[in-house]
């Protein structure tokens, strides 16, 4: 089934212990683009860029199937534009540089042919445009899967709440799940946030791993132990794109599957931070996919014979 | 085959979020042998103890298949006592209180009748005193399970590495890891420290779990998510008695084995840290380990057809 891609398509400039870019693309949606891309067509875009943003990129994009009808091009306008710089651990980063550009405009507005889509991925925004983005959508697809971030709780705690309330599947990382539930244990926490919307949580815990809560049940994915973390940004869109992707190929929504889902967006965000942008993603086969995959089933499997 | 448990056996006073203890028992020999004693015996237990060591935790201990012929007891001094106090995300502590008592004359003597134990775990202490112990063990058991911390890392680093020659599994926290090999990269720190002695080492993360490395291979054990880790303390020591006893039971040092013991030791980590102290490992029954193992199954399984 088709899914639709929220968010940003921008550009970066990043450093990192390891080095340093000038502008390159970036963006949540191009990151969950080119991570679907590997298990759905069309992967269908909606976001805002302006002049500058690179032909090539968008022509990279279709040639992967992903449709660009949803984007719009602000002609005037430079695109989104974010610089940062990450400490050593990689967990933590310090931003230099928001230039909204084009996004202070953002309205989405959904294409006719995008309706009937089974599967929606809301990258990281203000709430309030992820809301206008799901009530434009007849009928609702199958599986809204958002994503979000402690700026949205520092400011719209409760257009935050409102959107909570219409969406599958929330995801955020250990500190975000404290902040959103005001619980200390991860545990409590994720309790607490299925009660607010979604049916099912998974918090992101970096080099740690993700855990997925579904009522009484959890599983958890670790991490690939990896000796050199690049540039760790795109990580969490490109696991969300590999996740949704997986799910909207496999049209199953299962707790079972989306477990399965979980190791291969580990999978996808595991090469995304091998190289400075998106460019991994793009050079990647799906025999790579499937080793990488390996590698995982090969890391948390054990034998044992109870009693 | 039995197994040699060398540790401290001493009082703690733990204060948490949750609660505060006066002196009670611990110790890393302690828990070590209670966590041990559901899959092995006899545990040979070589500790040093005061005229205050309670008598009815030694004769628990006996009832239990835990032989203390190797635990001297120093009638005119105390045992050695610790106090400390856990912060709210309890994976940090400020040592209060540290009393050496008979802890200084620490020269432990490996009874005749230990000779030819097949597994050795030596939990964290003066690493002169680990060597000590190892180099009076004719024959060398046929496995040799080292604790440490940072703390000699501080002070003792070449007497460290000298006894880090003489065994095959390590175990240390990841900040330790780092300490020791001078590697920010886990990966990196693990193929480091395994040129330095140990063939197998076991990196512990707390909340985020443990891998075991063994040449290039790598095994990831999460930890079972809690709604609340009531007290730590003895949690490592914990770990270890539950591995290097399943270990032990089994007669089995295979990489493929250390997987299934790390699990074992996870769980028995689990009970530990819900109660003060080693009570709650006093309290459980084989079922109620087998059920937690089994949760640790249910935790990392999932299916994924490749291709």
Chains 1, 2 share one sequence.
């Not at 974010?82 to 294409?111: A, C, E």
């Not at 993700?210 to 994915?221: I, P």
């Amino acid at each position: 089934m088709s899914l639709i891609a929220v968010g940003t398509m921008a550009f970066d400039a990043i450093e990192t212990p390891f080095g340093k870019t000038d502008k390159i693309v970036g963006g949540s949606a191009t990151y969950v683009a080119y991570a679907a891309s590997y298990f759905v067509k069309p992967v269908q875009q909606v976001s805002i860029v302006g002049y500058d943003f690179p032909n090539e990129e968008m022509d990279e994009m279709k040639r992967r199937g992903i449709q660009l009808e949803g984007v719009e091009i602000v002609p005037g306008k430079k695109s989104f534009f974010w610089s940062g710089k990450y400490h050593l651990d990689m967990n933590s980063r310090d931003t230099l540089v928001t230039d909204l550009n084009v996004l202070q405009d953002f309205n989405p507005q959904i294409p006719a042919a995008y309706q009937g889509a089974g599967f929606l991925m809301l990258g990281n925004l203000d709430p309030v445009i992820q809301k206008q983005v799901i009530e434009q959508l007849k009928p609702r697809p199958k599986l809204i899967v958002m994503d979000t971030m402690n700026f949205w709780m520092d400011i719209k705690m409760a257009e935050l709440q409102d959107v909570l309330k219409l969406v599958d599947v929330l995801l955020v990382n250990d500190s975000e799940a404290r902040q959103l539930s005001g619980e200390f244990s991860i545990v409590k926490a994720a309790k607490k946030i299925m009660t607010m919307g979604p049916k099912y949580l998974i918090i992101k815990k970096g080099e740690h791993g993700a855990l997925l809560f579904y009522k009484n049940e959890v599983f958890f994915a670790p991490a690939l132990p990896l000796e050199e973390v690049f540039d760790p940004t795109g990580a969490g869109d490109t696991f969300a794109g590999g996740f949704v992707g997986y799910l909207a190929k496999t049209n199953d929504i299962s707790f079972k599957n989306m477990k399965t889902a979980i190791i291969v967006g580990s999978a996808m965000a595991s090469y995304c931070v091998e190289k400075f942008g998106p460019d991994r993603l793009k050079e990647i086969t799906k025999d790579d996919i499937d080793r990488r995959i390996q590698e995982f089933v090969n890391l948390v499997s054990f034998d044992i014979e109870l009693g």
